[in-house]
């Protein structure tokens, strides 16, 4: 499985971007997916995930709620991270990654990772 993650760069406070996951090497509705992201001088911390299959079960972290969309297009092999009314603490390398199974906010559950994007929030 690889997984490539796109989508990332400047953007200012209060602004959106959309990033990408594209996923290859295995039948996508087979694993769950999630984002996660790294700011400088702090440790990966988990963002959003999506189950399998349809992505029936979805789940982000408070800090992120409300702005942050998480979703799928399993005909795209696909995974998307909608990132609205970004803020400057928003700015971090963002990274995909996938298991099977169910979703988990938990990064050590996770076997493949993307190479990560960087998304810079300027005030």
């Known amino acids: 499985v690889q997984l490539q993650a796109c989508g990332g760069g400047l953007v200012q406070v209060g602004g959106f971007l959309r990033l990408s996951c594209i996923f290859s090497?295995?039948?996508?509705?087979?694993?769950?997916l999630g984002w996660f992201r790294q700011a400088p001088g702090k440790e990966r911390e988990f963002v959003a995930y999506?189950?399998?299959?349809?992505?029936?079960?979805?789940y982000t972290p408070a800090s992120v709620r409300g702005r942050f969309t998480i979703s799928r297009d399993n005909t795209k092999n696909t995974m998307y991270l909608q990132m609205d009314s970004l803020k400057a603490e928003d700015t971090a390398v963002y990274y995909c990654?996938?298991?099977?199974?169910?979703?988990?906010?938990?990064?050590?559950?996770?076997?493949?990772w993307g190479q990560g994007t960087l998304v810079t929030v300027s005030s």
């Open positions: 090497g295995g039948t996508f509705g087979n694993y769950a």
């Open positions: 990654a996938a298991r099977t199974y169910s979703g988990s906010s938990d990064q050590n559950q996770y076997d493949y």
């Open positions: 999506i189950s399998g299959g349809i992505g029936r079960n979805r």
